[in-house]
């Protein structure tokens, strides 16, 4: 596509539930990175992809979160049992290959509030 | 790890330049600079990277230093679209991990 499409765009669910967020990178890209957003603060690096392989997966804050992606392509970010401190705007972003000569495109993010 | 350091804020008047600063003292021969912008409830915008050479898009031009140790993104002619946070990242050459976003600089245009 022509752009990273993420969805869905806000997402409120209650406090104990299981939510995926899904992100869908730009057609071709090979790399792929998950980051949140609390209210007012930085972005916070959970994960990336290489193709389907997530080599380093110690960014993620609990055992409560996981990622996978599938074909290379799509990528889902599950968060089990949901707390009101997962309450964030979850971004997505991809670009041609991981490594830093390459820029990224981001998606418009899910904001996720958790009541 | 503070990898760079930006002003907190910057004002600027619409039509004017801007040059916004950024210190990367301990950068290494294989470390790219980064800039991204956000706008307000919107996701991260890719702006321009470097490595040694300065770079130009339609978008911005990125000046680095000779010893690579501070860059300097310049906006040609702000406008009030241009209002946004920048954040200066320096991404390690070495790894592939994704890219580490510090506090940025909260950029003003007057009109």
């Known amino acids: 596509g022509a752009g990273v499409s993420q969805s869905p765009s806000n997402k409120v669910t209650e406090k104990g539930k299981d939510v995926e967020l899904r992100c869908d990178p730009i057609s071709g890209h090979t790399a792929l990175y998950w980051y949140r957003q609390s209210l007012g603060q930085g972005l916070e690096f959970l994960i990336y992809?290489?193709?389907?392989?997530?080599?380093?997966k110690s960014g993620l804050p609990s055992d409560r979160f996981s990622a996978e992606r599938t074909g290379g392509s799509v990528s889902t970010l599950t968060i089990q049992r949901t707390q009101q401190e997962d309450s964030a705007v979850y971004l997505c972003?991809?670009?041609?290959?991981?490594?830093?000569?390459?820029?990224?495109?981001f998606g418009s993010g899910t904001r996720l509030t958790v009541v | 790890d503070a990898k760079t350091t930006q002003p907190n804020s910057m004002e600027s008047n619409e039509e004017e330049p801007v040059h916004l600063p950024c210190n990367h003292s301990?950068?290494?021969?294989?470390?790219?600079i980064h800039w991204y912008r956000q706008l307000p409830s919107q996701g991260p915008e890719y702006v321009i990277h470097g490595l040694t050479s300065n770079v130009n898009n339609r978008m911005a031009s990125l000046a680095i230093a000779e010893d690579r140790k501070s860059s300097t993104l310049i906006l040609h002619r702000a406008t009030l679209r241009d209002a946004a946070v920048y954040y200066c990242i320096k991404g390690s050459g070495g790894g592939a991990d994704g890219l580490t976003f510090g506090k940025g600089t909260h950029l003003i245009i007057q009109p």
């Open positions: 301990t950068i290494s021969g294989t470390d790219y």
């Open positions: 992809f290489q193709g389907n392989s997530a080599p380093d």
């Open positions: 972003a991809s670009s041609l290959q991981t490594g830093v000569s390459y820029g990224y495109t």
